[in-house]
């Protein structure tokens, strides 16, 4: 039974960095790729970014700008989204998800688990 587990989100002052943290269970970082999306007020789901073991590559959204870094911890398997330089439009719902055939995308109908999500805030 795959289970994703999202945590860490919370208000941060503009400029701040919060880490995220995606426990997750019922599959091996070695087959999944592990992915963050997010969704603002009003707006639809948009990925931030991936990490895939199967191809040692991440990815991130355009809108990240070097500010993210996703990381694992396979002995944990737990995946982390550090988030720096926040900005107020980065207020949103965000979400990991796993995709099962490996290959990170930043597509939501490529992921098959989502997990509940955790809600980041940035003032202004």
């Known amino acids: 039974d795959v289970q994703l587990q999202a945590s860490g989100g919370g208000l941060v002052q503009a400029g701040g960095s919060l880490r995220l943290s995606c426990e997750f269970s019922g599959f091996t970082f070695d087959d999944y790729a592990v992915g963050w999306f997010r969704q603002a007020p009003g707006k639809e789901r948009e990925g931030v970014s991936c990490?895939?073991?199967?191809?040692?590559?991440?990815h991130y959204a355009d809108f990240v700008e070097g500010r993210f870094t996703i990381s694992t911890d396979n002995a944990k398997n737990t995946v982390y989204l550090q988030m720096n330089s926040l900005k107020p439009e980065d207020t949103a719902v965000y979400y990991c998800?796993?995709?099962?055939?490996?290959?990170?995308?930043?597509?939501?109908?490529?992921?098959?688990?989502w997990g509940q999500g955790t809600l980041v805030t940035v003032s202004s």
């Open positions: 990490i895939s073991n199967t191809d040692g590559e991440t």
């Open positions: 998800t796993a995709e099962t055939t490996g290959w990170c995308s930043l597509e939501e109908n490529e992921f098959d688990y």
